[in-house]
C-alpha cells in the first residue's frame, strides 16, 4: 500500500493506492509518474494525480526486487533484486533493455547515477560497488570487499566521490575512476547501519 500524505498545516492522509500484492520497497517521483517496487516482484508505473496505472510489469524479475533508480530522461530506470540482478527498462518497451546477471553474492541494495546518466552505480549486500555504463551496457569496474555490506549509493562533488553506507553505521567514500578500494570511511554510529543519504546541494 502507498500512503500519500498533505503536509499542509497538520499531516494529514489523502489517498491510498495498492498496485502490489507484498510490501512496496521502493517509491520514486518522476515528472508526472509515482515508480514503485515490491517484494512481489513487480514494478509499477502509474500517474500522480490520476493514480492510474501506466506501466506495470508483474514479473519484472525473478526474486523479490530491492532497488531502483532513474537512469536518464524520465524514461530510462533500473531495477535491482534479492539475488543480485539488475535490469534496465525503457518505460516505452514491454521488456527490459538489458539484463545483467550477477556480479554481485548478494542483493542491490541501492543505486546511483552520474549526472550524464552514463554510468550506473550498484552497492549490494555483499559489500562491493559495481559501475557499469548504461549506454554501452558493461561492467567498468567493481570494488574490492568492504567490511559490511553496503545499504546507500550517492554520487557526490561533482561526479568526482561516491558515498556508501554500511552495515555498521560507517560512510565508505570511493574516488572516481578509483574503484578497487575505497578512498576514506567515516565512522558515523557504532553498531547502527546507513540506511538512506541525502544529497543536500547549496547553491552559492
Not at 555490506?149 to 554500511?166: F, H, P, Q, W
Not at 558515523?188 to 540506511?195: L, M, R, T
Request: proline share 2%; glycine share 6%; net charge negative.
Amino acid at each position: 500500500e502507498i500512503i500519500f500524505l498533505s503536509l499542509q498545516d497538520d499531516i494529514s492522509k489523502l489517498d491510498t493506492i495498492q498496485h502490489h500484492t507484498d510490501s512496496c520497497r521502493r517509491i520514486l517521483f518522476s515528472g508526472t509518474s509515482l515508480l514503485s517496487i515490491s517484494s512481489d516482484r513487480s514494478f509499477v508505473v502509474c500517474d500522480i494525480e490520476t493514480r492510474k496505472v501506466q506501466n506495470k510489469y508483474a514479473d519484472a524479475h525473478d526474486n523479490p526486487l530491492y532497488a531502483l533508480c532513474e537512469v536518464r530522461d524520465g524514461k530510462v530506470f533500473a531495477t535491482g533484486d534479492d539475488e543480485g540482478v539488475i535490469k534496465l527498462w525503457d518505460l516505452r518497451k514491454e521488456d527490459p533493455i538489458l539484463m545483467i546477471q550477477p556480479e554481485h553474492d548478494n542483493f542491490i541494495s541501492s543505486f546511483s547515477v552520474d549526472s550524464t546518466g552514463s554510468t550506473l552505480l550498484a552497492a549490494s549486500g555483499d559489500g562491493r560497488l559495481s559501475v557499469w555504463n548504461s549506454r554501452q551496457r558493461k561492467l567498468i569496474a567493481r570494488s574490492d570487499e568492504c567490511d559490511s555490506e553496503l545499504l546507500t549509493c550517492d554520487v557526490v562533488r561533482a561526479n568526482s566521490k561516491v558515498i556508501c553506507g554500511d552495515g555498521e553505521g560507517v560512510v565508505n567514500i570511493f574516488t572516481w575512476d578509483n574503484w578497487g578500494d575505497i578512498s576514506d570511511r567515516i565512522p558515523v554510529q557504532e553498531e547502527v547501519s546507513i540506511d538512506r543519504c541525502c544529497v543536500i546541494r547549496r547553491m552559492l
